[in-house]
């Protein structure tokens, strides 16, 4: 090592010397002693680290006095009051983003998660009894008024339904599943891993574009277990294909005393098809074939919180609840609230999609989404921010969340460009802004899809825009 490294690590400042400038500065308001002797440590331990592995050039920059390293451990521990979660504008025009955290909670959804979190619950009493009550019992009835199921449960997500329900139907058993129904959802997550951990074994049949009834009746066996149908959420085999329809495989089910299960994935609780889209088969739809149950994620079409929603008959779903595993994947209050809330708005469907925001999402008229572009615009040109120009135009939206990946979504952008900075340079800054707005890329401008945003985030894109034209 050269001598001025030897002689910059001899300077670098006592912890002691560091904690007493902390000290004048009331630095115990706002961490205790032993986080900030952890942080100071770390601090000088860093200081150590960039004497030894600075370039040469550099090295002359490397802080070593005190008064340095008392400021950076005083802004660490200013970070750590820093919220990391936090909201943001999605005007990604991709509806139920998985990275942005999917369905946007109704009002009266967050209503119930502050009144129930704020005092003590009967998440798990009887009320009527007077003794211990269950915690699916609060959405079960409605869940069954609104699907037509014998009973339910709720879990943590869908990925924790497919697991429980495997894990419970066809533990040492086999599971028989399509090769054209083996799929990623994302995120590292793959419906043949999750067979494995669930303890049940694959029986592939059939190929990855046809496969027939007769695959699967041949595949019958009694170590079968299950017969599990895969919502193929994020991906459409076109062309030729074959896929056995979920009656007969209910028939052939029923026939070998064998239970169907189908994850269904995204499951709709209306109809689409009223609102010009895709027809995406109903839960009602789907239990009525008879099926023995059925899964779905709470946060994807059904526009709630993060749950794995299982409905179907009463002695399976009894059978799932009493499995141990269950209660390692239970959920908690804060959700249950919220999808209760959630819920009650699908007792009148045709009014749903006015309260909760993905599904309104989905199925706004283009024209409603072009007015919203419009008064962007208008609030934008009286804001006369220096460099900036918009121009509205017609684009395609997302469903997103692996939910409807065919469905081109008719939207309007607000394309804006800057006089000077790059598309990619003024994206990069509006993800840094107090609230965050997240924006697609096209060459040389920005695009604000309308169909994500709503009036009241446009206060967000105008402090973010007015940001960019500051620099
Ligand atoms: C999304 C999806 C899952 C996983 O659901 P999460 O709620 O994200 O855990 C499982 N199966 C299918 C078919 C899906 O589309």
């Known amino acids: 090592m050269d001598e001025k490294r030897k002689s910059m690590l001899k300077s670098l400042p006592k912890i002691d010397e560091i904690i ?57 521990i200013n970070n750590l009051y820093a919220y990391r979660l936090k909201r943001l504008v999605n005007a990604t025009g991709v509806i139920l983003h998985t990275n942005l955290g999917r369905a946007p909670l109704c009002h009266e959804a967050l209503e119930r998660i502050l009144e129930v979190g704020r005092g003590y619950s009967n998440l798990e009493f009887n009320l009527e009894r007077g003794e211990r009550g269950l915690r699916y019992d609060h959405v079960s009835r409605l869940l069954c008024a609104l699907t037509g199921a014998e009973d339910a449960l709720i879990v943590n997500n869908n990925a924790a339904a497919v ?11 086999e599971a028989i599943v399509s090769r054209g129904e083996l799929i990623e959802i994302g995120g590292e997550f793959r419906i043949p891993d999750v067979m ?10 059939g190929t990855t574009n046809r496969t027939r009834l007769s695959d699967y009746e041949k595949a019958i066996s009694p170590d079968t277990g299950v017969i599990l149908k895969v919502h193929t959420s994020n991906y459409r085999i076109v062309g030729f294909t074959e896929e056995a329809e979920l009656t007969r495989l209910v028939a052939l089910g029923k026939q070998h005393g064998i239970p169907v ?25 789907v239990l009525a074939t ?41 959920i ?40 919203r572009a419009r008064k962007l615009m208008n609030k934008l040109n009286k804001a006369n921010i220096p460099h900036l120009t918009y121009e509205i135009r017609e684009d395609v939206a997302a469903a997103g969340g692996g939910s409807l990946p065919t469905q081109d979504i008719p939207t309007v952008v ?7 900075l790059s598309a990619n340079r003024m994206e990069a800054m509006l993800r840094k802004t107090p609230v965050p707005v997240i924006v697609r890329v096209n060459e040389n401008e920005i695009l604000i899809d309308l169909r994500t945003v709503s009036e009241d985030e446009f206060g967000f894109i105008e402090d973010g825009l007015r940001q960019i034209s500051d620099q």
Do not use: W
Request: with cysteine.
């Open 163 to 173: 697991l429980l329900v495997l894990n419970t139907l066809a533990q040492h058993k």
């Open 414 to 420: 607000l394309a804006v460009r800057h006089k000077k």
């Open 261 to 285: 299960f189908d994850d269904l994935g995204s499951g709709c609780l209306v109809n689409l098809s009223d609102h010009g889209l895709q027809h995406e088969p109903t839960v009602r739809e």
């Open 20 to 76: 007493g400038l902390l000290e004048k500065q009331g630095i115990y308001e706002k961490a205790s002693r032993e986080i900030v002797l952890e942080v100071c440590r770390s601090v000088v331990q860093k200081m150590r680290d960039d004497i030894l592995t600075a370039p040469d050039k550099k090295l002359p920059a490397v802080t070593t006095d005190s008064a340095g390293a008392a400021r950076y451990v005083l802004n660490q």
């Open 332 to 371: 908690d209050k804060f959700t249950l609230a919220a999808l209760e809330a959630t819920l009650m708005h699908y007792l009148t469907p045709e009014k749903a999609a006015s309260s909760l925001r993905a599904l309104k999402a989905l199925t706004e008229g283009q024209g409603e989404v072009r007015k």
């Open 290 to 330: 008879d099926v023995d149950v059925v899964s779905f994620s709470g946060d994807k079409l059904l526009g709630g919180p993060q749950a794995g929603i299982i409905v179907g008959k009463k002695d399976i779903v009894q059978k799932i609840k009493k499995n141990p595993l269950n209660r390692a994947l239970r």
């Open 196 to 205: 494995t951990k669930s303890n049940s074994i694959l029986r592939e049949v």
